[in-house]
């Protein structure tokens, strides 16, 4: 819609992340004329504050917009070509605001790591959203761009090096310094309260190919134990994370017509480190995991997050690993610049919208994963301005 009065509207931009993507697009993008963003949120005081906070421009647009009100949500889509969504969890507060997006033909991305309530959206909305041009996207964060796009990554380099896709793919968390997001131990927790309340979502939420409808691949590595790694020499953890990622990999892999196969088996797991040592750190990452879910949450609650200094020194390493059934191996690493959870999602997101208003706007409507949507498009654009980096590795 070329039309519109804005390309983007950030949508919670006095929420901690909105507010950080906010500042990003009034950083990066300060003098291009060509990039008509507004700030949106229920508060117009709050709004006016975070917009003078962050040093946008006094003449920024803000907008009121209210998830308990559907019509200033319809009002706000009504205006913009695209809207940022950091309002979780989704599942509370998300659900208009995809389907006024999709009955106007408006493109959506978001942060959402819950999904029950992606599939549910899927089921509800994608024939629609085909129809009326939206590309809705999900998870254009730290879950699940970068794994998403290092699968991606290792199986280009598996097709030159072995003739074929590997049907074995292994993530591995090498180094991590910073947070995971508030909202997304929210979300995790919305989630795990939807599924008590309805035992019939427990059978779902532990299908791998849950956000793939109507595909059933092939049994998957649960990754609910400390495990010794034969290929990598090193003991690993189950990652918090995994959940949702492998299903969103698994999601791109069927958005993309099964390039990886239809036997494609995938796994994300913590790099401990070898012998007793690793096993032993790998058994503390457990223990420390587990008490924090009987805890009930973590420290940070949505709205809160870590301080600048902790987002500016905070970086992540994740290693991918392509096996060919002969037992070769190429591998890939994914790096940010940022801690994963605030100030490199911040920046992914904003990049995931403006990659496909600018660099692929030939992308069909329906609802996607980031990855299969933009591929190389948003590895070169996230390489260029979001301080990620792609490697290959001997």
Excluded at 38 to 45: E, I, K, P, Q, T
Excluded at 112 to 130: F, N, S, V, Y
Aim: net charge neutral; aromatic share 8%; hydrophobic share 40%.
């Amino acid at each position: 819609m070329p039309s519109s009065e804005f390309d983007i509207v950030v949508y919670g931009a006095s929420g901690f992340t909105g507010q950080l993507i906010a500042e990003y697009l009034a950083a990066q993008y300060k003098g291009d004329g060509n990039l008509k963003w507004a700030m949106a949120g229920r508060s117009l005081d709050k709004l006016a504050a975070v917009r003078d906070a962050i040093g946008a421009p006094a003449d920024t647009p803000l907008i009121v917009a209210d998830a308990g009100d559907p019509a200033s949500l319809k009002a706000m889509v009504g205006r913009t070509r695209s809207v940022i969504s950091t309002v979780g969890p989704y599942q509370r507060y998300g659900s208009e605001l995809v389907a006024a997006c999709v009955a106007d033909g408006t493109d959506y991305f978001d942060l959402c790591g819950e999904p029950l309530w992606m599939r549910q959206m899927i089921d509800t909305h994608e024939a629609a959203a085909k129809s009326t041009g939206a590309r809705i996207v999900f998870s254009c964060g730290f879950d699940s761009l970068p794994f998403e796009l290092g699968v991606f990554s290792v199986q280009q380099e598996a097709n030159k090096s072995f003739g074929a896709p590997a049907n074995r793919v292994k993530g591995r968390i090498r180094d991590m310094s910073g947070t995971l997001s508030g909202g997304t131990a929210a979300s995790t927790w919305a989630t795990f309260a939807a599924a008590a309340q309805d035992l019939s979502l427990v059978a779902l939420l532990k299908d791998p190919f849950l956000l793939a409808p109507g595909f059933e691949g092939p049994k998957q590595p649960r990754g609910n134990k400390p495990l010794f790694d034969d290929d990598l020499g090193s003991w690993t953890a189950p990652f918090v994370m995994a959940t949702i990622n492998t299903r969103n990999v698994h999601r791109s892999n069927f958005l993309m017509n099964f390039p990886y196969g239809k036997d494609f088996v995938y796994d994300e797991m913590v790099l401990t480190g070898p012998g007793e040592q690793g096993g032993a750190n790998a058994k503390q990452l457990v223990a420390a995991v587990n008490a924090e879910r009987m805890g009930g949450a973590s420290g940070l609650k949505p709205g809160d997050g870590p301080s600048k200094e902790v987002r500016e020194s905070g970086f992540f390493d994740l290693l991918f690993v392509a096996l060919a059934p002969d037992g070769k191996q190429v591998r890939a690493a994914v790096k940010g610049d940022r801690d994963p959870g605030y100030g490199s999602t911040a920046k992914m997101i904003s990049e995931c919208a403006i990659c496909l208003l600018r660099d692929a706007p030939d992308v069909p409507a329906g609802i996607w994963t980031p990855g299969a949507a933009m591929q190389h498009r948003l590895i070169k654009r996230l390489v260029g301005h979001a301080g990620l980096t792609f490697g290959v590795e001997k």
